[in-house]
Every structure is written in C-alpha cells, then in structure tokens.
C-alpha cells in the first residue's frame, strides 16, 4: 500500500490506502483521477465507485475504509480532499 502524500488540502495516491473515521463524518471529494472505489474492510457498507469532482461520505460509525484507484484511474495518481470534524 502506498501512504498518501499531502498537497496541501489533500492526499494523492496510486495504490489502496486506508482512513480511518475517528469518530467524525467524513466527507470527501475526487480532486484527481477519474474513479475510486471506496471499501469497507469490516462490511459496514457495500462499496462503491466515485467519480471525478463527486462528493461522498462515510458516517462516523465507520471507522476504517480504504480508496483504490479503479478502472482508467488503476497505476495513475488520485487524490481526494477530507473535510471532518475535530474533537
């Protein structure tokens, strides 16, 4: 797995990389790269694929859940943008 790396608001990757809730909603938008699938390992939720400029979110009762560049988007940089809750 790749760590992402900062550009200032937000973290560019190629490969599968893992977030983590701590307890805060998180809303996040595609930035970079055509399509993402979003994944939860423990099941929570179904996963699904995010598109370029799309915003989704994943509740707080998450916890862990992981970003993959998929189809035109697999071996080419992503990046997303986190907005979330401090507490």
Avoid: M
């Avoid at 190629?14 to 399509?35: F, I």
């Avoid at 699938?37 to 179904?46: D, G, I, L, M, W």
Wanted: hydrophobic residues 30%; proline residues 6%; glycine residues 8%.
């Amino acid at each position: 797995r790749d760590q992402p790396r900062s550009r200032g608001l937000g973290d560019v990757y190629k490969r599968q990389v893992t977030h983590h809730t701590n307890n805060s909603v998180n809303v996040l938008n595609l930035v970079e790269g055509e399509e993402v699938v979003v994944e939860s390992p423990t099941n929570a939720f179904k996963p699904f694929v995010v598109h370029y400029a799309e915003t989704f979110i994943v509740p707080a009762s998450v916890g862990e859940y992981t970003i993959t560049p998929c189809g035109k988007s697999v071996g080419k940089e992503c990046g997303t943008i986190k907005a979330y809750v401090r507490f």
